[in-house]
T-cell receptor, first 110, second 110 residues
Framework: NAGVTQTPKFRVLKTGQSMTLLCAQDMNHEYMYWYRQDPGMGLRLIHYSVGEGTTAKGEVPDGYNVSRLKKQNFLLGLESAAPSQTSVYFC?????????FGQGTRLTVV | RKEVEQDPGPFNVPEGATVAFNCTYSNSASQSFFWYRQDCRKEPKLLMSVYSSGNEDGRFTAQLNRASQYISLLIRDSKLSDSATYLCVANPGEGQNFVFGPGTRLSVLP
């Protein structure tokens, strides 16, 4: 009953460092999404994928890159972290209809 | 104009009260709609889908008005455990992004 799993759950980065967030789903879903959530801002879509090997930009893609080399995994990369990227990151997946979320990654950039 | 808009609240209601939230969407091609619930510092979880004819799940009733492009959520006999942020979703269609509203915060008071 894993569903959608995000790793890591917490991370502190220094400005300029890079990191990759991993999202893995075991439901054979086609669509996967990366959102960020900031206080009072709601969920904002960073990038999404409609299938293996495809990615598309969402509302706030700058400073992030993504890859979907395998259907079950969707990676979010920060090449050079900035304090403005301090946020909670949620991954979600869906086939049709309902989206299921991972538990989130709390990232702090200092 | 944002694709999906909600009154952020907070809505502060006493236990046992009935409370209603509306959510408007701008894309008339939106095909499917959902209400999610998000507890503090947790991931969003599906509360209910919204069907064209309206649907009910216990104390919760969802309605869709395509002509006016809004969906609503009615909560009857509010419980303390209903305190959360309620997010609406309008899905423009398969292969497109999954758009969340900013959320409406509900606090049910004893």
């Amino acid at each position: 009953n894993a569903g959608v799993t995000q790793t890591p759950k917490f991370r502190v980065l220094k400005t300029g460092q890079s990191m990759t967030l991993l999202c893995a789903q075991d439901m054979n879903h086609e669509y996967m999404y990366w959102y960020r959530q900031d206080p009072g801002m709601g969920l904002r879509l960073i990038h999404y994928s409609v299938g293996e090997g495809t990615t598309a930009k969402g509302e706030v893609p700058d400073g992030y890159n993504v890859s979907r080399l395998k259907k079950q995994n969707f990676l979010l990369g920060l090449e050079s972290a900035a304090p403005s990227q301090t946020s909670v990151y949620f991954c979600a997946s869906r086939r049709t209809g309902v989206a299921f979320f991972g538990q989130g990654t709390r990232l702090t950039v200092v | 104009r944002k694709e999906v808009e909600q009154d952020p609240g907070p809505f502060n209601v006493p236990e046992g009260a009935t409370v209603a939230f509306n959510c408007t969407y701008s894309n008339s091609a939106s095909q499917s709609f959902f209400w999610y619930r998000q507890d503090c510092r947790k991931e969003p979880k599906l509360l209910m889908s919204v069907y064209s004819s309206g649907n009910e799940d216990g104390r919760f009733t969802a309605q869709l008005n395509r002509a006016s492009q809004y969906i609503s959520l009615l909560i009857r006999d509010s419980k303390l455990s209903d305190s959360a942020t309620y997010l609406c979703v309008a899905n423009p269609g398969e292969g497109q992004n999954f758009v969340f509203g900013p959320g409406t915060r509900l606090s049910v008071l004893p």
